[in-house]
C-alpha cells in the first residue's frame, strides 16, 4: 500500500486549498477512504471520512461547511479540498484507508497572516 499526499502550502486566513492522496498497492475503490490531520503537540485526529462509492461522508464538526472530500475512484485518488482556511487548520494532513495501518509521508498545510 502506498499514499502519496500532495498540494500542502502556505496560505492566509480565508484562502483555499485542495489536497489530493494518489493510492496505489490495493483496490482503491473496495476501501473508504480518510483524510487525517496532526497538529503540532496534538494527536492526529480524523478530519473527513468518504465512503467506497463517495456517496456518503462523514466530518469533523470544525470543518463543516468548509471541507469537502471527494474521489476519483478511475484514478486511485481522494481529494479535500480546504475553503475558509483558518489559524487552527494548520497541521500535516495524511490520507488512510480503512482497514490499513499504512500512511503516507503527510503534506503540510499552514495558515499564517
Known amino acids: 500500500v502506498q499514499l502519496v499526499e500532495s498540494g500542502g502550502g502556505l496560505v492566509q486566513p480565508g484562502e483555499s486549498l485542495r489536497l489530493s492522496c494518489a493510492a496505489s498497492?490495493?483496490?482503491?475503490?473496495?476501501?473508504?477512504m480518510s483524510w487525517y490531520r496532526q497538529a503540532p503537540g496534538k494527536e492526529r485526529e480524523r478530519v473527513v471520512l468518504?465512503?467506497?462509492?463517495?456517496?456518503?461522508?462523514n466530518y469533523l464538526d470544525s470543518v463543516k461547511g468548509r471541507f469537502t472530500i471527494s474521489r476519483d475512484n478511475a484514478k486511485n485518488t481522494v481529494y479535500l479540498q480546504m475553503n475558509g482556511l483558518k489559524f487552527e487548520d494548520t497541521a500535516v494532513y495524511y490520507c488512510?484507508?480503512?482497514?490499513?495501518?499504512?500512511w503516507g509521508q503527510g503534506t503540510q498545510v499552514t495558515v499564517s497572516s
Open positions: 468518504i465512503s467506497r462509492g463517495g456517496g456518503s461522508t
Open positions: 498497492g490495493f483496490t482503491f475503490s473496495n476501501y473508504e
Open positions: 488512510k484507508a480503512t482497514g490499513w495501518s499504512s
